[in-house]
């Protein structure tokens, strides 16, 4: 009995090893373990030859850089039970390496029973489109889902540092970082893949930060938007407005010459309040940094937006650059109400870099606004600018502003513009083409040259005008009439010489007047807000276009007299409008 039961344990001991292989976890029992094909591949030793690695735990779709991730993979069989038998070699290796990336951890394991887990892989390069690819037993291989993994380079302890303080109760709960290259436009804003997380674009209430990532792709506003905040996070990115407004709610940090919201079109950086007494740095530019430092002491809050334009123009915002000693910046500015006239008025802080300043540079600073009614430069003439003020701080105070709002700029009082000129119109007349202009002041102004042309490029005398020379008061110049007969448009315009021989030209305007019958005009030519059809038949469509003949503005006269249009939509620039068959050109100012 004692030798048979020593034969009984010795058999046990043989068979435990094959007992303890068919009893493995998460069945009811050896035969659900195995199923009859694989028994056979147990027996005639086929099994490598008859099983498949499969990815049953993927990496994440998006991950940080270095940032450690798991994979799980699977021999099945045929029938795509788990190959238990399995127990060779798997190494992982990259399928799809866009970036020429390393993979760290472990990258060869053993897989035991079938399963074989990699756990601390990591990725050391930013990139999309990683495939990992898994190969096993028998050339037997599998490859992983595609995955992107970006880089959140803060600085500091994590993700949360990079976010400005403030509520988070956007469409992303408020955690949103600009990663940017990942989607089908790699700077298109309205793309989620161009964001992380990468479920929905920003709300209005969300926070965002840049990451620093050194992929070059800024993001480009792609309609007017609203956030909460914006924290450039050190990632040498610029916020791109286009044509497009962006309200900002709270503040921007990490703002710097490499760090800003560029204005690189009509678009402007929004505050949507700034109350009474107190102040908001624009940390805007286009080329370069150019931030303005805005405090509101009109006595209530009020929205201010702003944008930088890399001179100062002829007409404001376009045209020629000007060529006195200044600083080579315009900064436009907006306000709730046009006029700063309450309270205390409002103060600035303009700021530039020193390879923005004129050859030569100005002598005597000063601060100067185009009038937004006209075509004209002035000084201006209410506040004052700081009594400390040095030149080579690249930056000017002035306080107590009081005026209109719009184009502003810093140049030199010893040499301002010679002329602000209010208006110049071309208006039709039984008599002939009607031309008026009037200005709001003149310093060495010694005459006026009327010119004419019926192409813009060639140009003649119509009429020499003596200027007034000196004043700071408006005055309207008398009419002049061009009673000569001409078949189609007419364009005239306005040549200003100082005493000293210098001069400047106005901005064209144009005319079709007829030689007979009713005529038909629009006026006031240049236009800012309104433009008036004046005897056009009652039930005549008219339309509008811009210079590459796209239709902006279309309707119809509704009765005999005077038909006003809004050109409140329409940019700054030259346009044309068909009515009656003929083409009446006219120009709408900022």
């Given at each position: 009995m004692i030798r048979a039961k020593g034969y009984v344990i010795l058999l046990l001991s043989l068979l435990w090893p094959m007992l303890s292989f068919c009893q493995y976890e998460g069945g009811s029992g050896r035969q659900e373990a195995l199923s009859s094909t694989s028994v056979l591949q147990l027996n005639d030793g086929q099994a490598a030859t008859t099983s498949q690695l499969v990815v049953v735990q993927q990496p994440p779709s998006m991950m940080e850089l270095s940032q450690q991730f798991y994979l799980k993979l699977e021999y099945r069989t045929a029938?795509?039970?788990?190959?238990?038998?399995?127990?060779?070699?798997?190494?992982?290796?990259?399928?799809?390496?866009?970036?020429?990336?390393?993979?760290?951890?472990?990258?060869?394991?053993?897989?035991?029973?079938?399963?074989?887990?990699?756990?601390?892989?990591?990725?050391?390069?930013?990139?999309?489109?990683?495939?990992?690819?898994?190969?096993?037993?028998?050339?037997?291989?599998?490859?992983?889902?595609?995955?992107?993994?970006?880089?959140?380079?803060?600085?500091?302890?994590?993700?949360?540092?990079?976010?400005?303080?403030?509520?988070?109760?956007?469409?992303?709960?408020?955690?949103?970082?600009?990663?940017?290259?990942?989607?089908?436009?790699?700077?298109?804003?309205?793309?989620?893949?161009?964001?992380?997380?990468?479920?929905?674009?920003?709300?209005?209430?969300?926070?965002?930060?840049?990451?620093?990532?050194?992929?070059?792709?800024?993001?480009?506003?792609?309609?007017?938007?609203?956030?909460y905040s914006m924290n450039f996070n050190g990632a040498d990115k610029k916020l791109e407005l286009g044509n497009h407004t962006l309200t900002l709610t709270a503040d921007a940090t990490g703002v710097n010459s490499s760090n800003y919201f560029k204005t690189n079109g009509s678009g402007k950086l929004k505050r949507p309040s700034i109350p009474n007494n107190e102040g908001f740095t624009f940390p805007v530019g286009n080329s370069a940094y150019n931030p303005i430092a805005i405090t509101n002491r009109t006595g209530t809050a009020e929205w201010f937006s702003v944008r930088v334009l890399d001179e100062i123009y002829e007409y404001g915002t376009f045209g020629n650059a000007n060529t006195e000693p200044r600083v080579k910046r315009t900064w436009d500015i907006d306000k709730q109400t046009p006029s700063a006239s309450a309270g205390n008025g409002v103060d600035f802080t303009f700021n530039w870099n020193a390879n923005e300043l004129s050859n030569p540079a100005p002598q005597n600073y000063t601060l100067f606004h185009h009038d937004a009614n006209g075509n004209g430069w002035g000084q201006v003439v209410t506040g004052t600018r700081d009594p400390n003020f040095n030149p080579a701080a690249n930056s000017m105070i002035w306080t107590g502003y009081k005026g209109s709002f719009s184009p502003f700029g810093v140049g030199d009082q010893n040499a301002p513009l010679p002329v602000e000129l209010l208006y110049f119109t071309a208006e039709c007349k039984p008599q002939g083409t009607s031309l008026n202009w009037a200005t709001a002041s003149e310093v060495n102004s010694a005459y006026f040259e009327l010119q004419r042309s019926t192409d813009l490029i060639h140009w003649s005398v119509l009429k020499k005008v003596t200027a007034l020379g000196f004043h700071s008061s408006e005055y309207t110049y008398p009419e002049v009439l061009d009673a000569s007969q001409y078949d189609g448009v007419r364009y005239y315009r306005l040549r200003q010489v100082d005493f000293d021989g210098k001069q400047e030209y106005f901005q064209p305007v144009a005319a079709d007047c007829p030689n007979s019958g009713t005529a038909v005009s629009i006026y006031p030519n240049p236009a800012s807000e309104q433009l008036r059809i004046q005897g056009a038949e009652p039930g005549s469509d008219w339309e509008i276009f811009d210079v590459s003949a796209r239709s902006l503005l279309r309707g119809n006269i509704q009765e005999e007299g005077t038909e006003l249009i809004s050109v409140l939509s329409l940019p700054a620039g030259l346009y044309h409008m068909h009515l009656q068959n003929r083409v009446f050109p006219f120009v709408v100012l900022e």
């Open positions: 029938n795509g039970q788990i190959a238990y038998f399995e127990t060779g070699n798997v190494s992982l290796t990259f399928q799809t390496n866009p970036s020429g990336a390393t993979l760290g951890g472990t990258t060869t394991l053993a897989a035991t029973a079938g399963v074989v887990e990699f756990s601390g892989l990591s990725i050391d390069k930013i990139g999309t489109g990683y495939e990992l690819l898994a190969s096993g037993a028998a050339s037997t291989s599998a490859i992983s889902n595609s995955f992107t993994v970006f880089s959140v380079g803060i600085g500091g302890s994590g993700r949360q540092e990079a976010m400005a303080d403030g509520p988070a109760t956007g469409t992303l709960s408020g955690q949103v970082f600009w990663v940017g290259g990942l989607g089908a436009s790699p700077t298109d804003w309205n793309d989620p893949l161009n964001w992380f997380p990468n479920t929905a674009v920003p709300g209005s209430s969300d926070r965002l930060a840049m990451e620093p990532n050194n992929n070059g792709h800024n993001p480009i506003l792609d309609q007017d938007r609203t956030i």
